[in-house]
């Protein structure tokens, strides 16, 4: 039987995961590619290390550019991370003639432009399915299962360390710090998990779907962001007694001539599929105008499920060389030539119903001070809660909004917080309605 040779950069969370699975899985994959996919070299800084899975140790090296160099290798798996040097260990391999296989969503969103640019050039494949949704095949979705359609809108959990934490705090009144620490020991979070915790990660996967859904350059830099640091568990009982539950929601829309594109902490209508999407688990709901709402939902981290995403492109990049079509599909999934630099929407021309908290003596006259000047910025309530009673202290008002302009809440919560009566900055969230 023919081999393809690979090399992995990267031998930790997700690298170890891929040699499991292929070890676990090398007969079926045989049997399905008609070659055998065998590891060539692995990288990594520390050898030493116990990585939980068996290894022939003269394969392993601390010098990445064995992988590079090594004409038998016909993939290069970059499972290390981060920008530097996996940039140019991923243009070396492309110039070197390599076929990349990545997980490395960061990178992706800041130097894809000039990394999908290359693999053009040089008509190599670039596999990245693990860069956004773990196990879930959202990437090769959009560019086969969905590519006969015009995507409306992508919307969904896309980290599952944010998902975990509010999960755990939702469900098991569990405290962030530790939910964080359980999601970092199980091997979910970011080497920096402020990526995974402030919208960071979420943002840069949302970028890399819209380049493939809306073929735009990456728009990384315009991608408004808001994390989950700032959610307490009052703001979590509050929204389900609203009926709600709180995500962190990706979101990317068509809109004519624009795209509207943010990652923010969401309230979501308990009845939607999404709001019932807990643990690490990842859901993300595509919206076509022919095909209506497609929802994919499954493991969105960790080692396993991610593994099943590298080795998916990997067989495709076998089965591609071996059958002498690679690249069948472009790899943005649009045509280079048809990639445009699509106008990002203002975040402050945005609409959604919202949810304000307030921190507010409980005096007289404190409502009809709130909603005086929501009033006056055009932004009407739809619902108020008021519970406690502590005569002369703070208690926290709640109120839900119809459809408001993002510019007028944010000028009326600017009035408000000014207000003798507030203690506190008010603090928002946005609801996500079913469209
Ligand atoms: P880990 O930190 O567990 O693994 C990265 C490995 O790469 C480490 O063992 C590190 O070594 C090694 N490394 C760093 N620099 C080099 C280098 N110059 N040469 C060789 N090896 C190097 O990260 P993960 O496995 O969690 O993540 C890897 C990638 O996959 C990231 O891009 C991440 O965003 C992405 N990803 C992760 C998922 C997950 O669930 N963990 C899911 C989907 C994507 P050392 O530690 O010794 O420095
Ligand atoms: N840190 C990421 C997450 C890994 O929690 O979703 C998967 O991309």
């Not at 995961?17 to 007969?27: F, I, Y």
């Not at 992988?67 to 981060?82: K, S």
């Not at 959610?231 to 389900?240: N, P």
């Not at 406690?388 to 009035?415: C, D, F, Q, W, Y």
């Amino acid at each position: 039987m023919k081999s393809i040779y690979i090399g992995l950069i990267g031998f930790g969370t997700v690298g170890a995961g891929v040699v499991k699975t292929l070890q676990m899985n090398g007969d079926i994959i045989a049997k399905r590619v008609g070659a055998e996919i065998r590891f060539k070299r692995i990288a990594d800084l520390d050898l030493g290390r116990d990585r939980g899975v068996q290894v022939d140790r003269s394969i392993l090296t601390t010098n990445a550019e064995e992988i590079l160099n090594d004409p038998d290798i016909n993939i290069v798996l970059e499972l290390m991370g981060g920008y530097h040097p996996a940039r140019e260990f991923i243009l070396k391999g492309i110039e070197n003639g390599k076929n990349i296989v990545t997980a490395n969503k960061a990178l992706l969103a800041k130097h894809g432009d000039e990394i999908f640019a290359a693999v053009e050039k040089k008509g190599v494949c670039i596999g990245f399915e693990a860069s956004v949704g773990g196990g879930i095949p959202v990437i090769r979705a959009i560019k086969e299962g969905f590519a006969g359609d015009e995507i409306l809108s992508i919307r969904g959990i896309v980290n599952g360390t944010a998902n975990f934490i509010l999960s755990k705090m939702s469900d098991e009144g569990r405290d962030f710090k530790a939910a964080l620490k359980e999601a970092q020991r199980l091997g979910y979070a970011e080497a920096d998990p402020t990526f995974d915790i402030e919208g960071h990660d979420s943002a840069h996967k949302i970028a890399i779907l819209a380049m493939l859904a809306f073929g735009t350059e990456i728009p990384i830099d315009k991608v408004y962001m808001e994390g989950i640091s700032r959610i307490t568990s009052e703001d979590i009982a509050f929204a389900r007694q609203l009926g709600y539950r709180i995500k962190l929601l990706a979101i990317a829309k068509g809109c004519g001539d624009s795209l509207d594109i943010r990652v923010h902490p969401t309230m979501v209508q308990a009845s939607n599929p999404i709001a019932n999407v807990n643990g690490a688990t990842n859901a993300i709901e595509i919206h076509g105008r022919a095909v209506g709402a497609a929802l994919l939902v499954g493991e969105g981290a960790g080692a396993l499920p991610t593994s099943s995403a590298v080795l998916g492109d990997v067989i495709e990049i076998a089965r591609g060389i071996l059958c002498g079509a690679k690249n069948r599909l472009p790899a943005r999934s649009w045509l280079r030539e048809n990639i445009q630099k699509i106008p990002i929407r203002p975040m402050d021309e945005v609409e959604s119903e919202c949810y304000l908290r307030f921190k507010a003596l409980d005096k007289p006259g404190v409502l009809s001070k709130i909603s005086g000047i929501l009033g006056s910025h055009n932004i009407s309530i739809s619902s108020v809660i008021q519970k406690e009673r502590h005569k002369g202290s703070g208690v926290p008002v709640v109120m839900t909004t119809h459809s408001a302009v993002e510019k007028n809440i944010r000028k009326a919560l600017e009035e408000i917080d000014k207000l003798d009566i507030i203690q506190k900055e008010t603090f928002s969230l946005r609801l996500e309605d079913g469209k």
